[in-house]
């Protein structure tokens, strides 16, 4: 059953502590994305990767960082530089050399501060 | 710069009548674009596209959507509303690769309320 999982569903986090959530697809595909959504304001780009190795900052990249190391996996670190952490966190995949480009998404992640 | 706007943060529909949720872009060139549905506290899913060719995209759900070039517009359909049709929509915009600010950026309009009552 191929998709992409997101874990944990729910993450609490403690003030001046990081946090790492996984995303992790068996699509084949070459290109995941980070989102960030918060009410009324639609989704945002955190960052992006296309091939294995690299990544590009999006739209909000401060106080995130990613790695991706191998091609089904595009883990996040929400750092305690990030002020504003509490939202819901999307990943999404897509197949570079399909027509349009879909991006899929995972279930995600509601990240909360304690 | 590329942008979505969704100009209504609700819509109510009674089940059994016709659906619309609107939405308009802004770019330079000919776009790529998109619908997504979230229920609550779950991932977005993949409805339709417009890619080119057709301008009346079919998707799932028996949900579809008409690319309109000269008003900038790409409006979801639906003939007839279902209470399980009620969630949250979003519409995307993309530029092709090898277009001046095409590639992976998809922008999202800031959503629409779905609500179908009996």
Known sequence: DGGITQSPKYLFRKEGQNVTLSCEQNLNHDAMYWYRQDPGQGLRLIYYSQIVNDFQKGDIAEGYSVSREKKESFPLTVTSAQKNPTAFYLCASSDRVAVGETQYFGPGTRLLVL | ?118
């Open chain 2, 1 to 118: 710069a590329q942008s979505v706007a969704q100009p209504e943060d609700q819509v109510n529909v009674a089940e059994g009548n016709p659906l619309t949720v609107k939405c308009t872009y802004s770019v330079s060139g000919n776009p790529y674009l998109f619908w997504y549905v979230q229920y609550p506290n779950r991932g977005l899913q993949f409805l339709l596209k417009y890619i080119t060719g057709d301008n009346l995209v079919k998707g799932s759900y028996g949900f579809e959507a008409e690319f309109n070039k000269s008003q900038t517009s790409f409006h979801l359909k639906k003939p007839s509303a279902l209470v399980s049709d009620s969630a949250l929509y979003f519409c995307a915009v993309r530029l092709p690769r090898g277009i001046t600010g095409g590639g992976n950026k998809l922008t999202f309009g800031t959503g629409t309320q779905l609500k179908v009552e009996l």
